[in-house]
């Protein structure tokens, strides 16, 4: 396929109004230079405006006016053709946002079911309050629907496109069927006010009629829909220059509207606009309750961001035409596909855009006819649904892997043992994930949940209706599934359920019944059979459909549940090592060694030799090099405990009585200790802004925690105790001995950090996959969650080093290797490796995109210190050799290279393996002595304490 092209390289850019496609063009060079074959950019279709990620998507057949129009983007695209870059697009296929400016969202409030958009939106037209039937629920009141009133923050308003509810920054269309009731409300007035064989008086009379004629809520023949809608489009353009033209007319409209808007708190004012709003497709609603009513898929628990019917073909080609003209015109090159887990078949919606993209590509073939990756968080050893035609996912997996090498698996008991003696509780992570599963089910989506169940019991009635299983024990049963399921979901698509699957659903219904085991097991029988689809001997097809389709919607909403009482909530409840609390993660897991990173690495080698490799994204919890920072902590778990003890103790002064409880508490103690010592800066003049990030943070902690306090029903005076608690512990005084006792002790974190920052720079470059760069992060990456990892870039900055570099290289390159390794805070050494190992990736792409993968071992005592392997093809070899658990080995301050360091042993190598080696780093010839099985360490390690050694130079 000559349009396939796989990536080297990727470097994701974040696109807002203050970086735009004119900004990326400036870095086209600079990122060539580095090494990077392609860009890899956030969405750039039309978003809400200042957005600043670009998932709340308004209209994907436009580009984002905010970052630049179409010929800026073209001039972005010829800048990367004459550097042969690629462009990686990620695109939203789940969701839009609601908003005025999504003019789908905006024909389908005034059209209502006549709307073309209508079957675009995910919405439940029959929910389960019948008042709600045929409409649509918007949770965007304050208040409850009557206070609203009340306190006159609705009100009606005209203009040249009609008329329009308005509330706070909300503009709600009306039904032009209804615009009669404010058109002929008190007609007598007008017409004493008026000559009625005014022309224009006899104009506004012809309106009236027309939309007497007109009924929105009717049947309208395909057609006709063309014509009615130009015939409304006149009727809004006529109305406004009558308006204009006739005092009369102006004076009289203008006082209805102020009395449908209740500005004289008139009861019948009260009266008419509640009139006007009940004709409406929708309902306005409080979002405080909005939980238990709300009537369409949402992202997440995110209530301006909902659902696409993205399965609909006609749907799929109008969301995606703008994608796929771009693609067809060679400006995208691989595509990056958001949330895949919202979609209700994902296997369909890639092979669909697999086939459009090249229709050369059978829509039910597992070649790709282009390069794409997904979004897909895998759990527990779980793979990619091998029917996917995909090369991978964006890289989260690598992440979790690559982390792990850098763990001590025998100190992690011994933190588990200090963790839970601090906090006082005995509660596993696999407890606390199913409490906290089963709490953001019930809490924040209580109407998702009353709809399965509902739709169960139809279910269930028509499977035995001679038996009593009540709507409340089937939902009971869902969300204990739910909250036992082990990944984010299954994607079962037809009536075969694969043996990953079911697996998945075994342990959840058996995991069920083991924390259930005196209840509902005749609800847990009958749910299993409908999500294993075990149908009766009897069945139609038409019964079969019906199940199908239940285990369709509910797999969808497992994923949800997965991402929020997990990533949202759990991730900041058990807090035993926060470097583990990753997306994907498992922060319970023990058996981490390099046995198993080879183990991951040869799998991945085998079935997606191009996915991504990533250490942080834009959703990632903290940045890279805060959790190599925090590893070390597995390495010293005493000295550790010793600190949390003495720093416990030192700051219960500063702590404040809310509500009966200390705060704050031991858990958000150590949550927040272990923060700092990850990303506490490495310049003093940082400290103050670091400061203030650190205060948003924790804010935003506690309320994912859900336990003190949440964004759902924020404690204030909790808050209030938690931020006075950071400020008087980061006081700069002779009295504060925790500050200096914990700088100590972070200083000396920092430092091994260092060293693990760069071997799992070097393992990302050069192992199976496409390594990604996020954006900045070629230099030291000390942030927290978004928005703080979203911060501005300083490019200049970045510019001047890799000039500095590429200059000195060639003649100065031992003095610079030395002042780099001294000067490691300025994030220099970082950078130089990261454009060392990157250029001979590109330079050398097929032995890293084709090549075997051998596992590799030191000898003697450092062999618990080393992580390596070779990649091979044909005769070109590369050695990829990193050290690990470096407090064992060297102490603060002293690099870990030469002769004291690794004395006399040895990197066995393959017999096969060539003599003689050439350091990319370093530039110094090694060769493996006679009578060796391999290359000693202290040579490979004897000026930089990674290292990357090649035979084709």
Same mark, same amino acid.
């Given at each position: 396929?000559?349009?396939?092209?796989?990536?080297?390289?990727?470097?994701?850019?974040?696109?807002?109004?203050?970086?735009?496609?004119?900004?990326?063009?400036?870095?086209?060079?600079?990122?060539?230079?580095?090494?990077?074959?392609?860009?890899?950019?956030?969405?750039?279709?039309?978003?809400?405006?200042?957005?600043?990620?670009?998932?709340?998507?308004?209209?994907?057949?436009?580009?984002?006016?905010?970052?630049?129009?179409?010929?800026?983007?073209?001039?972005?695209?010829?800048?990367?053709?004459?550097?042969?870059?690629?462009?990686?697009?990620?695109?939203?296929?789940?969701?839009?946002?609601?908003?005025?400016?999504?003019?789908?969202?905006?024909?389908?409030?005034?059209?209502?079911?006549?709307?073309?958009?209508?079957?675009?939106?995910?919405?439940?037209?029959?929910?389960?309050?019948?008042?709600?039937?045929?409409?649509?629920?918007?949770?965007?009141?304050?208040?409850?629907?009557?206070?609203?009133?009340?306190?006159?923050?609705?009100?009606?308003?005209?203009?040249?496109?009609?008329?329009?509810?308005?509330?706070?920054?909300?503009?709600?269309?009306?039904?032009?069927?209804?615009?009669?009731?404010?058109?002929?409300?008190?007609?007598?007035?007008?017409?004493?006010? !008026?000559?009625? /064989?005014?022309?224009? @008086?006899?104009?506004? +009379? *012809?309106? $009236?009629?027309?939309?007497?004629? %007109? #009924?929105?809520?009717?049947?309208?023949?395909?057609?006709?829909?063309?014509?009615?809608?130009?015939?409304?489009?006149?009727?809004?353009?006529?109305?406004?220059?009558?308006?204009?033209?006739?005092?009369?007319?102006?004076?009289? !409209?203008?006082? /209805?509207?102020?009395? @449908?808007?209740?500005? +004289? *708190?008139? $009861?019948?004012?009260?009266?008419? %606009? #509640?009139?006007?709003?009940?004709?409406?497709?929708?309902?306005?609603?409080?979002?405080?309750?909005?939980?238990?009513?709300?009537?369409?898929?949402?992202?997440?628990?995110?209530?301006?961001?909902?659902?696409?019917?993205?399965? !609909?073909?006609?749907?799929?080609?109008?969301?995606?035409?703008?994608?796929?003209?771009?693609?067809?015109?060679?400006?995208?090159?691989?595509?990056?596909?958001?949330?895949?887990?919202?979609?209700?078949?994902?296997?369909?919606?890639?092979?669909?855009?697999?086939?459009?993209?090249?229709?050369?590509?059978?829509?039910?073939?597992?070649?790709?006819?282009?390069?794409?990756?997904?979004?897909?968080?895998?759990?527990?050893?779980?793979?990619?649904?091998?029917?996917?035609?995909?090369?991978?996912?964006?890289?989260?997996?690598?992440?979790?892997?690559?982390?792990?090498?850098?763990?001590?698996?025998?100190?992690?008991t011994n933190l588990g043992n200090s963790y839970s003696r601090f906090t006082g509780s005995q509660h596993t992570f696999d407890d606390i994930t199913y409490n906290k599963k089963r709490q953001v089910a019930i809490e924040l989506f209580p109407a998702e949940l009353h709809a399965l169940g509902r739709k169960l019991a139809y279910l269930y009635h028509h499977y035995q209706p001679a038996t009593s299983l009540s709507l409340i024990e089937l939902t009971n049963a869902i969300i204990e599934i739910t909250a036992n399921f082990p990944v984010y979901r299954t994607y079962t698509h037809n009536f075969h359920v694969s043996t990953q699957d079911r697996s998945c659903l075994e342990h959840a219904i058996k995991e069920t019944q083991k924390r259930n085991p005196q209840q509902m097991f005749n609800a847990l029988d009958f749910v299993g059979k409908i999500l294993l689809l075990k149908f009766p001997k009897n069945f139609k097809l038409t019964q079969k459909n019906t199940w199908l389709h239940f285990v369709l919607k509910w797999q969808q909403f497992t994923g949800t549940i997965m991402a929020?009482?997990?990533?949202?909530?759990?991730?900041?409840?058990?807090?035993?090592?926060?470097?583990?609390?990753?997306?994907?993660?498992?922060?319970?897991?023990?058996?981490?060694?390099?046995?198993?990173?080879?183990?991951?690495?040869?799998?991945?080698?085998?079935?997606?030799?191009?996915?991504?490799?990533?250490?942080?994204?834009?959703?990632?919890?903290?940045?890279?090099?805060?959790?190599?920072?925090?590893?070390?902590?597995?390495?010293?778990?005493?000295?550790?405990?010793?600190?949390?003890?003495?720093?416990?103790?030192?700051?219960?002064?500063?702590?404040?009585?809310?509500?009966?409880?200390?705060?704050?508490?031991?858990?958000?103690?150590?949550?927040?200790?272990?923060?700092?010592?990850?990303?506490?800066?490495?310049?003093?003049?940082?400290?103050?802004?670091?400061?203030?990030?650190?205060?948003?943070?924790?804010?935003?902690?506690?309320?994912?925690?859900?336990?003190?306090?949440?964004?759902?029903?924020?404690?204030?005076?909790?808050?209030?105790?938690?931020?006075?608690?950071?400020?008087?512990?980061?006081?700069?005084?002779?009295?504060?001995?925790?500050?200096?006792?914990?700088?100590?002790?972070?200083?000396?974190?920092?430092?091994?950090?260092?060293?693990?920052?760069?071997?799992?720079?070097?393992?990302?470059?050069?192992?199976?996959?496409?390594?990604?760069?996020?954006?900045?992060?070629?230099?030291?990456?000390?942030?927290?969650?978004?928005?703080?990892?979203?911060?501005?870039?300083?490019?200049?900055?970045?510019?001047?080093?890799?000039?500095?570099?590429?200059?000195?290289?060639?003649?100065?390159?031992?003095?610079?290797?030395?002042?780099?390794?001294?000067?490691?805070?300025?994030?220099?050494?970082?950078?130089?490796?990261?454009?060392?190992?990157?250029?001979?990736?590109?330079?050398?792409?097929?032995?890293?995109?084709?090549?075997?993968?051998?596992?590799?071992?030191?000898?003697?005592?450092?062999?618990?210190?080393?992580?390596?392997?070779?990649?091979?093809?044909?005769?070109?070899?590369?050695?990829?050799?990193?050290?690990?658990?470096?407090?064992?080995?060297?102490?603060?301050?002293?690099?870990?290279?030469?002769?004291?360091?690794?004395?006399?042993?040895?990197?066995?190598?393959?017999?096969?393996?060539?003599?003689?080696?050439?350091?990319?780093?370093?530039?110094?010839?090694?060769?493996?002595?006679?009578?060796?099985?391999?290359?000693?360490?202290?040579?490979?390690?004897?000026?930089?304490?990674?290292?990357?050694?090649?035979?084709?130079?």
């Amino acid at each position: 396929m000559s349009n396939l092209e796989i990536p080297i390289a990727t470097y994701r850019l974040q696109f807002n109004k203050k970086f735009r496609f004119s900004n990326a063009r400036t870095l086209v060079p600079y990122l060539h230079q580095l090494g990077i074959s392609d860009l890899y950019a956030s969405p750039i279709f039309k978003a809400r405006t200042g957005s600043l990620h670009g998932y709340d998507v308004t209209d994907p057949s436009k580009l984002n006016p905010e970052l630049g129009t179409e010929e800026q983007f073209e001039t972005l695209f010829q800048r990367m053709k004459h550097y042969g870059m690629g462009f990686l697009a990620d695109i939203v296929p789940n969701h839009m946002a609601i908003s005025n400016e999504n003019h789908w969202w905006m024909d389908l409030l005034e059209n209502g079911l006549n709307s073309p958009y209508a079957s675009f939106f995910d919405i439940n037209w029959n929910p389960i309050n019948s008042i709600y039937k045929n409409k649509i629920i918007i949770p965007i009141l304050d208040t409850p629907y009557c206070q609203a009133f009340k306190k006159q923050n609705i009100s009606l308003k005209f203009d040249e496109n009609g008329l329009f509810i308005h509330y706070k920054n909300f503009r709600l269309p009306l039904s032009i069927s209804t615009y009669n009731l404010v058109l002929t409300n008190r007609m007598d007035i007008l017409e004493s006010a !008026i000559d009625r /064989n005014h022309p224009i @008086f006899k104009q506004f +009379k *012809k309106i $009236i009629k027309t939309i007497e004629c %007109l #009924n929105s809520h009717g049947n309208i023949r395909p057609q006709n829909t063309d014509k009615i809608y130009h015939d409304r489009q006149i009727i809004k353009q006529k109305l406004w220059q009558i308006f204009n033209a006739s005092p009369e007319i102006r004076t009289f !409209i203008s006082e /209805n509207i102020t009395l @449908f808007s209740n500005k +004289k *708190k008139d $009861i019948n004012s009260f009266y008419l %606009l #509640n009139n006007l709003l009940s004709q409406q497709i929708y309902q306005l609603v409080s979002w405080k309750t909005s939980h238990e009513q709300i009537n369409y898929r949402r992202f997440f628990d995110i209530i301006d961001l909902i659902g696409i019917h993205v399965e !609909i073909p006609q749907v799929f080609e109008t969301t995606h035409a703008f994608i796929l003209r771009l693609i067809n015109e060679g400006k995208i090159t691989g595509i990056r596909i958001d949330h895949i887990d919202g979609l209700i078949n994902p296997l369909e919606y890639l092979s669909r855009f697999q086939h459009y993209a090249n229709p050369k590509i059978k829509t039910n073939s597992k070649t790709p006819g282009i390069y794409m990756i997904v979004e897909k968080i895998l759990s527990n050893d779980e793979l990619l649904p091998h029917k996917w035609p995909v090369f991978g996912t964006t890289g989260y997996d690598f992440l979790n892997a690559v982390n792990a090498v850098f763990i001590d698996s025998k100190g992690m008991t011994n933190l588990g043992n200090s963790y839970s003696r601090f906090t006082g509780s005995q509660h596993t992570f696999d407890d606390i994930t199913y409490n906290k599963k089963r709490q953001v089910a019930i809490e924040l989506f209580p109407a998702e949940l009353h709809a399965l169940g509902r739709k169960l019991a139809y279910l269930y009635h028509h499977y035995q209706p001679a038996t009593s299983l009540s709507l409340i024990e089937l939902t009971n049963a869902i969300i204990e599934i739910t909250a036992n399921f082990p990944v984010y979901r299954t994607y079962t698509h037809n009536f075969h359920v694969s043996t990953q699957d079911r697996s998945c659903l075994e342990h959840a219904i058996k995991e069920t019944q083991k924390r259930n085991p005196q209840q509902m097991f005749n609800a847990l029988d009958f749910v299993g059979k409908i999500l294993l689809l075990k149908f009766p001997k009897n069945f139609k097809l038409t019964q079969k459909n019906t199940w199908l389709h239940f285990v369709l919607k509910w797999q969808q909403f497992t994923g949800t549940i997965m991402a929020k009482g997990l990533e949202d909530t759990v991730f900041y409840n058990y807090n035993r090592l926060l470097s583990l609390n990753e997306v994907g993660g498992n922060p319970e897991l023990n058996n981490l060694s390099v046995k198993n990173f080879h183990r991951f690495n040869l799998t991945r080698l085998s079935h997606y030799p191009h996915t991504m490799n990533t250490t942080a994204t834009h959703d990632t919890k903290r940045g890279e090099d805060t959790r190599t920072r925090l590893n070390v902590l597995s390495e010293i778990p005493e000295l550790w405990d010793r600190h949390l003890k003495k720093w416990n103790q030192w700051n219960q002064s500063e702590k404040k009585l809310v509500n009966g409880q200390l705060v704050p508490d031991s858990n958000m103690q150590v949550l927040l200790y272990q923060t700092m010592l990850g990303s506490w800066p490495l310049w003093q003049k940082e400290v103050p802004e670091f400061k203030k990030r650190l205060k948003l943070y924790i804010i935003k902690a506690a309320r994912e925690a859900k336990v003190f306090t949440s964004w759902f029903s924020p404690d204030i005076k909790y808050e209030s105790a938690l931020l006075n608690f950071v400020e008087a512990i980061l006081q700069t005084s002779d009295q504060n001995i925790f500050l200096r006792d914990f700088m100590q002790f972070q200083q000396q974190i920092a430092y091994y950090g260092v060293f693990n920052s760069l071997a799992q720079v070097l393992l990302k470059i050069t192992s199976p996959g496409v390594p990604d760069f996020y954006q900045g992060t070629e230099l030291w990456d000390f942030s927290l969650v978004d928005p703080d990892n979203r911060r501005p870039i300083d490019y200049q900055k970045r510019r001047e080093i890799i000039t500095e570099i590429s200059r000195k290289e060639p003649s100065e390159l031992l003095p610079m290797l030395h002042q780099i390794l001294t000067s490691w805070k300025d994030g220099k050494i970082k950078f130089y490796l990261t454009y060392k190992a990157l250029n001979y990736r590109q330079t050398n792409k097929e032995i890293f995109q084709k090549g075997n993968y051998i596992p590799l071992q030191a000898n003697n005592n450092n062999s618990d210190h080393i992580c390596a392997f070779a990649r091979q093809q044909e005769k070109s070899w590369a050695l990829t050799i990193v050290p690990r658990l470096m407090t064992k080995l060297v102490s603060i301050d002293s690099l870990p290279v030469g002769n004291q360091v690794w004395g006399q042993d040895l990197l066995i190598l393959p017999k096969d393996a060539p003599e003689n080696w050439f350091n990319v780093f370093t530039n110094e010839k090694l060769k493996i002595p006679a009578s060796t099985k391999g290359l000693p360490l202290s040579d490979i390690f004897s000026l930089f304490p990674v290292a990357l050694l090649v035979s084709n130079y």
